[in-house]
């Protein structure tokens, strides 16, 4: 599975910015899709991620401002970011998971995006 993402930027705190992450290859295998990000300092976190089937789930910080999705025709994922605060600049990175047998996930990485967000 190859993951190329698009759309971070600088934007001033209180704005927008939409993320694109495009699937490839074996996607057909790809469960759940998401978005990670670390800050300078800081280990990797989990922002959102949204299963096949559209089950989404967010990390507390971003509910409510974030929103995922997930278009499985074109293998793509968006994160649709509003309302943003400088504390949310990081790179960010798409994700993919495949089944890992028995009971595990198969991680898949994007190129990070970096999103600066000015106060």
């Known amino acids: 599975v190859q993951l190329q993402a698009s759309g971070g930027g600088l934007v001033q705190a209180g704005g927008s910015l939409r993320l694109s992450c495009a699937a490839s290859?074996?996607?057909?295998?790809?469960?759940?899709m998401g978005w990670y990000r670390q800050a300078p300092g800081k280990q990797r976190e989990l922002v959102a991620a949204v299963s096949r089937g559209g089950i989404t789930n967010y990390t507390d910080s971003v509910k409510a401002r974030f929103t995922i999705s997930r278009d499985n025709a074109e293998n793509t994922v968006y994160l649709q970011m509003a309302s943003l605060k400088p504390e949310d600049t990081a790179v960010y990175y798409c994700?993919?998971?495949?089944?890992?047998?028995?009971?595990?996930?198969?991680?898949?990485w994007g190129k990070g995006t970096l999103v600066t967000v000015s106060s």
């Open positions: 994700n993919a998971k495949t089944p890992w047998p028995p009971a595990g996930f198969k991680d898949y």
């Open positions: 290859g074996s996607i057909f295998s790809v469960a759940v």
